[in-house]
């Protein structure tokens, strides 16, 4: 019962510096999103991708791109890692239900130094 | 203006008392839904409840009730019988409008209410 899987669980980057955070689920939802959360600002949604095959801006997308590898996969890339981008960062999957909640996973931990 | 407003940083009730945690919304939408998650001190992000617009009844969840109040645009969790291991920050999420496409997949979420129950 993985539900969803996001690697690594911690990091640390230099300024200027690249990664891809990862996310897998295997709830076969259609839905997948990246959110960022920051001490007193709960969860802010950085993209999102409705189904396989496309991909949408959230409310604070700059300095971010994903991909919707597959229907299992979506990933968040940081080109050049800023400070300000020192967050927990949470994938989420869900299915195009009005009822149904979004599935989080344990989040990754991002520090820029 | 906020969508979500929980107004309570921090809330403290005694092990076995009732607690109400407060959440007002803005939405212009008919259709829209609420949720209620809890993140214990670990960090992950943990569904508890959710209220749809048109739905007639307020919903329940074991120990976990939701106060909907429609005309009033708030949504307040309820948890009765408080455990220790209720403590944790709790989040209300709005989703507005139906699935077809646009924003409509994008959850807002308030600050949070960072509850702790006292033994």
């Known amino acids: 019962n993985a539900g969803v899987t996001q690697t690594p669980k911690f990091q640390v980057l230099k300024t200027g510096q690249s990664m891809t955070l990862q996310c897998a689920q295997d709830?076969?939802?259609?839905?997948m999103y990246w959110y960022r959360q920051d001490p007193g600002m709960g969860l802010r949604l950085i993209y999102y991708s409705a189904s396989e095959g496309t991909t949408d801006k959230g409310e604070v997308p700059n300095g971010y791109n994903v991909s919707r590898l597959n229907k299992r996969e979506f990933s968040l890339r940081l080109e050049s890692a800023a400070p300000s981008q020192t967050s927990v960062y949470f994938c989420?999957?869900?299915?195009?239900?009005?009822?149904?909640?979004?599935?989080f996973g344990d989040g990754t931990r991002l520090s820029i130094l | 203006a906020q969508k979500i407003t929980q107004t309570q940083p921090g809330m403290f009730v005694q092990e076995k008392e009732a607690v109400t945690l407060d959440c007002t919304y803005d939405?212009?939408?008919?259709?829209?839904?609420l949720f209620w998650y809890k993140q214990p001190s670990s960090g992950e992000m943990i569904f508890l409840i959710y209220q749809g617009s048109y739905d007639e009844q307020n919903a329940t969840e074991g120990r976990y009730s939701l106060n909907f109040q429609k005309a009033r645009k708030s949504a307040n969790l309820v948890i009765s019988a408080s455990q220790l291991g209720d403590s944790a920050m709790y989040f209300c999420a709005m989703r507005e409008g139906r699935y077809s496409g646009g924003s409509n997949y994008k959850l807002t979420f308030g600050k949070g209410t960072l509850l702790t129950v006292n033994p």
């Open positions: 939405t212009s939408d008919q259709s829209y839904g």
């Open positions: 989420a999957s869900s299915e195009r239900v009005s009822n149904q909640p979004q599935h």
């Open positions: 709830m076969n939802h259609n839905s």
